[in-house]
């Protein structure tokens, strides 16, 4: 079934302007971009926009725990070591495949109604979290978080990672899997070292928390860089470090396979300090925005992201153009969509796939907007409350506050069955 989107404006990270056009959406991509004043093609389905709508790229959560979303809530205003080890690990000692996997949807239909189409996840019982993405539809870039623990835990969580992999890797175009070696201080150097191995040899790439405080730095013994190169982490098909807020931005590190994940919200909510993200920008290294989990944000809403991550280096690096507009939309967008193997994703272009979300630009806050200024628009008034629809592979998956993949309800009360339940 083909959709046309008529008379719409759309913009993404690469556009200097946004583009007043018709918009044809066929076979899960996009088939046609024509100037609005040409004749509109044919289609099963007519969005007409009348000028008063835009339709961006869905965007990426570049870095999430989404079952965490149970845990929203628990040990509020602590710092990051203390918040884990009181407050969170002895509440997910409790969680069950079957908690995880509402939790997981329920933290999906936070992000499909604000525009999310991909995320990548790091948490536990990742095939309930495949399955749950399957079913609704969504992206979902996943990993097995592997720490140590008792003899043989690293070894048999890296066995269920790879077995994740075997399974569900490029799984009806909407899944691909990483290697998830939580951080350097939950995974000794020696089985650090083993997972890059296994991630060279089976040629998936590596998403790990790297230096999101301090105390890591200080803790680490070593030279970051050094620390990546000796552990093999280098060599990997591909690395994502998320948080990375001391990470020297002179490091000697290539970006041709590795894609730091800014964190802004939760970074700021627990206190970690600031990424420097403008001095990464100057060398072109690639970053995505990332929410992290709902229990240290609270929020899994990418248009915060965006907003705080402009915003935020404006006013630490006191300059007011350090960070555009179209910087983060890129970030939220084609840079995630890129660290996780997503081709054609990110950006809209004929022959792309049909990843977008549809925004209401009939409101008061875009008065005003045109095409020189609609992405500022877009970062700067525009909020997840503007969103009327998302669409994955060219099929709607949140429309006007229905969720056609998925039962809503039933998604609310098990979710709130299983937060009950951990927490008693």
Known sequence: MATLFKDVYIVDGSREKAERVHMLVSKGRIAEIIDAKETPPTAD?????????????GFVNAHTHAAMALLRGLGEEAPLMEWLQNKIWPVEDKL???????????????????????????YFEMDRVAEA???????????????????????????????????????????????????????????MK???DEAKS??????FHFLETEGELKNLGVDPVKYLADSGLLDVPYLTLAHAVFLDPDADISP?????IHNPCSNLKLGSGVMPLTKWLERDF?????TDGASSNNRLDMWEEMRTAALLHKGVNRDPVCVSALDVLRMATYEGAKAYGFSHKGMIREGWFADLVLVNLDN?????????????YLVYAGSSADVEGTMINGRWVYKNGEFPTLDREEIVAKAREAREAITR
């Open 45 to 57: 389905k007519i969005i007409s926009g009348h000028g008063k709508a835009a339709v961006i790229p």
């Open 96 to 122: 069950t495949p079957e908690y995880i996997y509402w939790g997981t949807l329920s933290a999906m239909l936070e992000m499909l109604a604000t525009g999310t189409t991909c995320f990548a996840d790091m």
């Open 133 to 191: 993405a399957l079913s609704a539809g969504m992206r979902a870039a996943l990993c097995r978080g592997i720490t140590a623990g008792e003899p043989g835990k690293i070894e048999r969580s890296l066995q269920n990672n790879l077995e994740l992999a075997e399974k569900y890797h490029g799984r009806e175009g909407l899944i691909t899997v990483q290697l998830g070696p939580h951080a350097p201080y939950t995974v000794p150097f020696g089985n």
């Open 194 to 196: 083993m997972i890059a």
């Open 202 to 207: 089976h040629g998936l790439g590596v998403h």
């Open 256 to 260: 041709d396979n590795i894609t730091l």
């Open 286 to 290: 690639p970053v995505a925005l990332g």
């Open 364 to 376: 008061p806050h875009y008065i005003g907007v045109n095409d020189e200024n609609l992405a500022a």
